[in-house]
């Protein structure tokens, strides 16, 4: 069941005494699926992000899905304190981070027991022997010691002391064994590389840039890196090494984003092409915050980023900046975005653009702060009081936050009025390779700013073909006007309590919104234009959803995929009649079925979850196959 460890000599400066000249077959393989998993303090965001990095490099195609506990501190060893970082890496096109990993890098029992129902059957499982001991058994609920009885049997099973290697490495540097065992992951790390014939170089150039100044600990690390690789050399337990080739991607300049980075960079190039300055107010929330985070790095562009007391200071700056000419932006989470609704009232009445992102998370309340879900869509669309229409946007995939964020800016700019625009923490953290746009190519974006105010006077409320109010610089003398969330009078602005205007001035906001939909793209049909079921989805359900109908294309499945939620594509009635089902999957209890069976009267289908997981491609294919049985 279990192979035996093969220990590798190292001397003290962390090289092999002799590594030998074993020369392995290498097998080509076209994908393979990794999670590296350990205790919250083990590192494994930092491993998998690094074979992320390096993988990248080697050019293949790849999909990530981080997975943090929710708990801050979780005691050491336990279930919930659990960290996890999955890869999925191919020759070909992949838009998943795979569904059952091939590999599962263990670092302690918890860890094992936690993801141990998620690894293929057949597949490999590389533990760290040392930490199963009574302690860490106990805490993970083991009874027995899983590496001695048949817990692992059907896998083929790896046990290293990993700990003991990390020490053994640094044995003459001045350093506590405390300190030492840090570096246990890179052990991990430069195993895997071995394995996956995956080269050190970029991860050994990364040390350098991050602990350069710390002599110790990059050289501790350092050395656990390459003991990690040589041991696959010297423990003669592997016949082979593994090679995924480079998959082919389109010319061009390619590098890998999270989401959170290329939202961020999204309203950078948004707000350089319409030469316009950024100002985002926000309130640090998981797993918004980074955009917060990588904003404030282009202060050279023009942003400016504010660190709020609250959720609902952060919006009213952001309010604030739009009101005097700039983008104003707000991050936040789902609990943040019902703080944040009679600020966004505000900014509908006062008609300003201005972009609020909802990186959801699990709920309702604090919920699975570190957890993904779908579940704001709803309050997205109606959490407010009132009638109050906002455009709502949604992206696919870790990449597409970056277009995402940009079309916002310009609807936000072309309309005047604020939009919502809903990631999750699965795309927000996850990565993916990206092709870098050409800036000259991105189109440039118009806004509504008025600087001079006309003969006749300035009417605030007046309207364009677009039914957007001027822009109106504050201070500047002609532009005086009313401002604030009472009602406004059509063209003047001027306050007005009159039944018929106030009837006037709702309609005419939710017209605007419903305008936007002449800006739409037609919408894509992956597959066949006509058949039994269309998959219909939205935001990061994306690349399961696709990859279900490519693989279920044979049997009358295609897909189809919603930017804008708030208006709908002008498009989608004509594109749903021509399938038998509608079947909709959402990590939610069916919000957006709750619409199309209201806009639409179509009787769709649900396939649901809320889990705090993404689907995967085989949880959807399970159920559309189930319902295609019951259409014979």
């Given at each position: 069941m279990a192979g035996d460890v093969a220990q590798g000599t190292i001397t003290t400066n962390g090289q092999p005494e002799s590594i030998g000249q074993t020369k392995r077959p290498i097998e080509i393989l076209e994908e393979v699926t990794i999670r590296f998993a350990g205790d919250s303090g083990d590192g494994m965001q930092l491993t998998g992000t690094q074979f992320t990095n390096t993988t990248a490099l080697v050019g293949n195609d790849l999909s990530t899905l981080p997975d943090y506990p929710a708990e801050i501190r979780a005691p050491i060893g336990t279930l919930y304190g659990v960290s996890g970082f999955q890869i999925h890496f191919s020759s070909k096109e992949i838009h998943t981070p795979g569904d059952h990993p091939d590999v599962l890098v263990a670092m302690n029992p918890a860890a094992l027991k936690v993801n141990l129902q998620q690894v293929k059957k057949g597949g490999v499982i590389i533990v760290n022997s040392d930490s199963f001991d009574e302690k860490n058994l106990k805490l993970a609920h083991y009874a027995v010691n899983p590496l001695e009885d048949d817990t692992l049997s059907g896998y083929t099973v790896y046990k290293f002391p990993l700990t003991k290697l990390t020490l053994d490495a640094v044995r003459d540097l001045k350093m506590s064994s405390r300190d030492a065992v840090r570096s246990k992951n890179m052990v991990a790390l430069g195993l895997v590389y071995w394995l996956y014939n995956r080269p050190m170089e970029p991860t050994l150039e990364w040390l350098k840039a991050k602990f350069g100044k710390d002599e110790l600990v990059y050289e501790a690390n350092l050395r656990a890196l390459k003991a990690g690789y040589y041991l696959g050399e010297t423990a003669e337990l592997f016949s082979a090494r593994y090679e995924v080739k480079p998959a082919k991607f389109s010319p061009g300049k390619y590098r890998n984003i999270m989401g959170n980075e290329a939202t961020a960079l999204g309203f950078v190039a948004a707000s350089v092409k319409a030469e316009l300055p950024i100002f985002l107010g926000s309130y640090p929330i998981t797993p918004a915050s980074d955009i917060l985070h990588e904003l404030s790095k282009y202060k050279s562009y023009g942003v400016k980023t504010f660190q709020a007391e609250d959720e609902i200071a952060g919006i009213c700056t952001a309010i604030g900046a739009a009101f005097t000419g700039s983008i104003g932006l707000t991050t936040t989470s789902g609990p943040g975005l019902a703080l944040k609704a009679e600020a966004i009232g505000l900014a509908v009445m006062t008609e300003l653009p201005l972009i609020i992102v909802d990186v959801q998370r699990g709920g309702p309340s604090t919920g699975l702060p570190t957890k993904t879900e779908q579940a704001d869509l709803m309050q997205a669309l109606y959490g407010r009081n009132g009638e109050c229409?906002?455009?709502?946007?949604?992206?696919?995939?870790?990449?597409?936050?970056?277009?995402?964020?940009?079309?916002?800016?310009?609807?936000?700019?072309?309309?005047?009025?604020?939009?919502?625009?809903?990631?999750?923490?699965?795309?927000?953290?996850?990565?993916?390779?990206?092709?870098?746009?050409?800036?000259?190519?991105?189109?440039?974006?118009?806004?509504?700013?008025?600087?001079?105010?006309?003969?006749?006077?300035?009417?605030?409320?007046?309207?364009?073909?677009?039914?957007?109010?001027?822009?109106?610089?504050?201070?500047?003398?002609?532009?005086?006007?009313?401002?604030?969330?009472?009602?406004?009078?059509?063209i003047t602005g001027n306050v007005n309590y009159e039944p018929q205007n106030h009837d006037f001035m709702v309609r005419l906001r939710n017209q605007k919104v419903q305008g936007i939909a002449k800006d739409i793209q037609p919408t894509e049909v992956i597959g066949a234009k006509s058949g039994k079921i269309l998959l219909l989805g939205w935001g990061g359900t994306y690349g399961a959803i696709t990859t279900a109908a490519e693989q279920l294309a044979s049997k009358g499945v295609a897909s189809a995929h919603l930017r804008w939620i708030n208006p709908l594509p002008p498009d989608l009635a004509e594109i749903m009649k021509n399938y038998e089902k509608i079947v909709i999957p959402e990590l939610n209890l069916g919000?957006?079925?709750?619409?199309?069976?209201?806009?639409?009267?179509?009787?769709?289908?649900?396939?649901?979850?809320?889990e705090g997981l993404p689907f995967t491609t085989s949880e959807i294919i399970g159920k559309v196959e189930e319902i295609l049985a019951t259409m014979k």
């Open positions: 229409p906002v455009p709502v946007i949604a992206a696919k995939s870790p990449g597409d936050c970056f277009y995402a964020a940009f079309e916002a800016v310009h609807t936000a700019l072309k309309y005047m009025t604020p939009v919502i625009l809903l990631t999750d923490g699965y795309i927000a953290n996850g990565a993916e390779p990206w092709l870098i746009p050409d800036a000259a190519k991105l189109p440039k974006i118009g806004h509504k700013t008025i600087l001079k105010a006309p003969d006749e006077g300035f009417q605030p409320y007046a309207r364009d073909e677009d039914n957007a109010r001027p822009w109106a610089i504050p201070g500047t003398k002609g532009f005086e006007h009313r401002i604030g969330g009472l009602e406004k009078q059509h919000q957006l079925r709750r619409i199309i069976r209201s806009e639409f009267l179509i009787d769709a289908i649900g396939i649901n979850k809320v």
